[in-house]
């Protein structure tokens, strides 16, 4: 497929911005202060900055290095390799369809939870409101108790937006978009840190947030969970990166551009931990409880906890309310439209479609899916496929990609390309970073199996985690598997299965 | 605010937002350069 079929960012800085966007989700606000007030506070951010430098920037080289290489999108990439390696390309692709099919969903929440900011809707109970009055939530995941229209029409509205930006195609929709998307989440993550950080209180909840704990620097699992903060919120090892990469010019920057985006996304983080602590710091303050009791994380921070801390503020609590929940949008906007073009663009190029006959077939099946969170006991599918497709199916897929690229090809030829193209150059502790951190991975992979055998996950029977969770691995692998063997393009085969990517870089098998 | 605290954040802070101030600087004048 030409460049003008597939199109190109705009500039550099459109592929930043989108690259950061994708990068930059609701983790960051609700997973990563959490994360490091519960690990050695800012003890842990040693090993997360040491995380970044030798796991998340390394990766990103190596994706951002392939995509630009090949001009293809995950299946592409692997494909080019060997076509034996093509499955692992749609087993990324499917795992970035599955996380769309629920993202999509807790963004159309973030809408109606903007829209309930403006009158304090929640009340006092802002628990009884996420759970009764809002979704209604049934008492079982295997009762689905129908559709919630409150959630429909808002999950419809998110559905219309990243469908109508995405049909703009690359320069004129994603890459607007995120010129529009990210400034003013940086805005609205100021004005929530700027107002908290007035708030009474607020230095006891950076204090939590930031206090060095250094024992916590001798325990392992301290380690695996900041190889884990990095490694989830990159947006790497499912496809997306390869897709954006694809995009890039031809004499596009590798080395760089990938310290841009890992940097960007961390700087993100801290800012976002800094407004979150300071403002659950007041609440700590205004209840008379210590900073770790109203600590949460995830669906709880979100929903719970920060309704309350909003309907506590002494004032403009209302404003920050809409500020806070838009922030959420912002950030889910940027990379759920990343999510959605990665799979696209697979598809695009293995079947040569245009870009709305892919859009389009992506959009129905995904749309339909994800009215299945869309009902009253959609919250329990969430929770679980969330689970199933973070904690293994992007394990799995990342574990798969760095053994290919770390141990069975002499991937030196990757770093010399991307050192060719770059501001400044990696050197070869590049390829021990990709080894490494494959043997890390291997290590969490091999203790999240341990650990959920012995402790199903949130105490769900084991027949809903089979359904919800193992069901949609294997829906995903068998997916993988379909589509890998389908007959492809014309055009795919000349470029990928015919004209691999071994005689130019010299990606040969490493049989040293 | 504790200063054990305070060295962390400030520490951390400017290795992120510096690092990520000083790579987009670099950007920049590289592309500056490729456009004349």
């Known amino acids: 497929m030409s460049v003008e079929?597939?199109?190109?960012?705009?500039?550099?800085?459109?592929?930043?911005?989108?690259?950061i966007g994708s990068a930059v989700g609701l983790g960051n606000i609700w997973r990563f202060p959490y994360t490091v007030a519960s690990n050695g506070g800012g003890a842990f951010l040693i090993p997360y900055l040491v995380a970044l430098l030798t796991a998340g920037i390394p990766i990103l080289i190596l994706e951002f290095s392939l995509g630009h290489k090949t001009r293809h999108s995950a299946p592409g990439v692997f494909g080019h390799l060997n076509k034996k390696y093509e499955v692992i390309g749609w087993f990324q692709s499917l795992i970035a369809f599955s996380i769309t099919t629920y993202y999509i969903v807790i963004i159309g929440w973030a809408v109606s939870y903007a829209v309930y900011a403006v009158t304090g809707a929640w009340g006092v109970d802002p628990k009884?409101?996420?759970?009764?009055?809002?979704?209604q939530l049934t008492d079982s995941p295997m009762k689905l108790g129908g559709l919630n229209m409150k959630v429909v029409i808002p999950l419809l509205i998110v559905w219309g937006v990243n469908y109508g930006v995405l049909r703009l195609g690359i320069k004129k929709g994603l890459e607007k978009a995120n010129k529009i998307f990210m400034p003013l989440l940086v805005i609205a993550l100021l004005v929530i840190v700027v107002r908290g950080i007035t708030l009474p209180g607020a230095l006891d909840g950076l204090d939590y947030f930031l206090k060095p704990d250094f024992s916590k620097l001798a325990d392992p699992q301290v380690w695996l969970s900041a190889y884990g903060q990095i490694f989830f919120s990159l947006s790497v090892c499912f496809s997306i990166m390869y897709a954006y990469s694809s995009y890039l010019p031809k004499d596009s920057d590798i080395v760089n551009n990938a310290f841009i985006t890992g940097l960007g996304n961390c700087s993100f983080s801290l800012l976002s931990g800094i407004g979150v602590f300071s403002v659950l710091g007041y609440m700590a303050y205004s209840q008379g409880v210590s900073v770790a009791e109203v600590s949460s994380a995830g669906v709880g921070l979100a929903f719970i906890v920060f309704p309350q801390a909003i309907s506590a503020l002494p004032g403009l609590s209302r404003v920050i309310g809409v500020v806070f929940f838009a922030s959420l949008i912002f950030a889910g906007f940027s990379s759920s439209m990343s999510l959605i073009e990665s799979v696209v663009a697979a598809i695009r190029d293995k079947f040569d479609l245009t870009r709305n006959q892919a859009l389009n077939r992506f959009t129905l099946i995904s749309g339909l899916l994800s009215l299945l969170i869309a009902t009253r006991g959609g919250l329990y599918i969430l929770?679980?496929?969330?689970?199933?497709?973070?904690?293994y199916g992007i394990v799995i897929a990342g574990l798969a990609e760095l053994i290919i690229f770390g141990w069975f090809f002499k991937t030196d030829s990757i770093r010399e390309y991307a050192n060719s193209l770059s501001d400044f150059t990696v050197g070869k502790w590049w390829l021990v970073c990709i080894r490494g951190t494959s043997i890390i991975l291997g290590l969490m992979l091999f203790l999240k199996i341990k650990n959920t055998i012995h402790n199903p996950y949130e105490g769900y029977s084991w027949l809903a985690l089979g359904i919800y969770g193992l069901g949609v691995l294997i829906a995903v692998s068998v997916g993988a598997v379909i589509l890998a063997n389908k007959k492809a393009?014309?055009?795919?085969?000349?470029?990928?299965?015919?004209?691999?990517?071994?005689?130019?870089?010299?990606?040969d098998e490493n049989k040293d | 605010m504790s200063t054990g605290a305070i060295v962390m954040g400030i520490l951390t802070g400017t290795i992120l937002w510096g690092g990520f101030g000083l790579c987009l600087y670099i950007a920049l004048k590289s592309d500056g350069k490729k456009n004349k």
């Not at chain 1, 009884?128 to 979704?135: I, P, S």
């Open chain 1, 489 to 507: 393009s014309k055009k795919f085969e000349e470029a990928i299965y015919k004209n691999g990517i071994g005689n130019e870089i010299k990606l």
């Open chain 1, 128 to 135: 009884g409101f996420l759970f009764g009055t809002y979704l």
């Open chain 1, 383 to 391: 929770d679980i496929v969330d689970y199933a497709t973070n904690q």
């Open chain 1, 5 to 19: 079929h597939r199109g190109e960012w705009g500039s550099r800085m459109g592929f930043i911005f989108a690259a």
